[in-house]
């Protein structure tokens, strides 16, 4: 990313804001459940989230023969302290299946090895994929989730004047840094299982890339902008996801688990 991790803390986090209230309507759309503070050992202080994401619509047809909408429902908890965080996301219908991201954030131009401390029989199970927010995709998960049509090798940042992203600009770019993502996708699901990994890796993946390229893409708009403001956008997009879903509470609330209770459910995979 052609930006100080400073900057990506700030701009990230606008992007996900404004990709929700895009995503979101009276029918579906994204409900931010929870959201307060926490400390952990691993990752220190930080925010922890709970969301649902109501996105039927996105859903591939083959999955929606399995059961009713509200089973398709996908729930994400968060727990983000900057530069580290780790996200687990998870399914009713697929009860036993899961998706844990967990990011570290460096200031480099995605040199690091071994940022997540991997063990050498990880090390070599693990496929490295480099995704350059310069791309382009046009893959149907790219389509579904409504990737940029941005061309980022032409945009120029009036107020920063960063860009284009022409060829090798990792290496001349100055700031530069790298999210550096660990995805572990668990479905022990026999006859299911493997079509439905690569169908979340796939989303995942095309995610990744159009939020990405989104958070240069609209430098503009959020460039300046302090960790406090952005609090209170969080605050005052929470009400309005929430009054656009026509939802004066959620049943999804409830005791809210801690970062120790995923880290054991996830056991050795990472």
């Not at 990709?19 to 994204?30: I, L, P, R």
């Not at 409900?31 to 202080?45: N, Y």
């Not at 990011?103 to 401390?117: F, K, L, M, Q, W």
């Not at 790219?142 to 980022?152: C, F, N, R, T």
Request: overall charge neutral; charged content about 25%.
């Amino acid at each position: 990313m052609p930006m100080s991790m400073e900057e990506y803390e700030i701009g990230l986090s606008y992007t996900i804001m404004k990709m929700e209230q895009q995503n979101t309507n009276s029918k579906e759309g994204v409900e931010v459940v929870q959201q307060v503070p926490f400390e952990d050992e691993k990752l220190g202080k930080g925010q922890f989230t709970s969301k649902a994401y109501h996105l039927q619509s996105k859903i591939p047809s083959w999955m929606k023969g399995f059961a009713s909408a509200s089973a398709l429902t996908v729930h994400e908890e968060s727990w983000c302290a900057f530069p580290k965080s780790r996200t687990v996301i998870k399914c009713p219908l697929f009860s036993k299946c899961s998706l844990t991201i967990d990011t570290v954030t460096r200031p480099d131009n995605g040199c690091s090895e071994n940022v997540h401390n991997l063990s050498s029989e990880q090390l070599a199970a693990r496929e490295v994929e480099i995704i350059d927010i310069a791309s382009m995709s046009r893959d149907y998960w790219s389509k579904v989730i409504g990737a940029p049509k941005v061309d980022l090798t032409t945009f120029k940042s009036q107020r920063t004047e960063r860009g284009p992203l022409l060829k090798g600009w990792m290496d001349s770019c100055r700031p530069v840094m790298t999210t550096y993502k660990l995805v572990i996708m668990d479905a022990p699901i026999w006859g299911l299982g493997q079509r439905l990994e690569d169908c979340v890796i796939a989303g995942e993946r095309a995610l990744f890339l159009a939020c990405n390229r989104l958070c240069f893409a609209w430098i503009d708009e959020w460039y300046g902008m302090t960790v406090e403001q952005i609090r209170e956008m969080e605050r005052q997009t929470d009400m309005l996801l929430k009054k656009t879903l026509k939802k004066a509470g959620s049943k999804h609330e409830g005791k809210r688990k801690t970062l120790k209770d995923e880290i054991a459910a996830v056991g050795s995979c990472t």
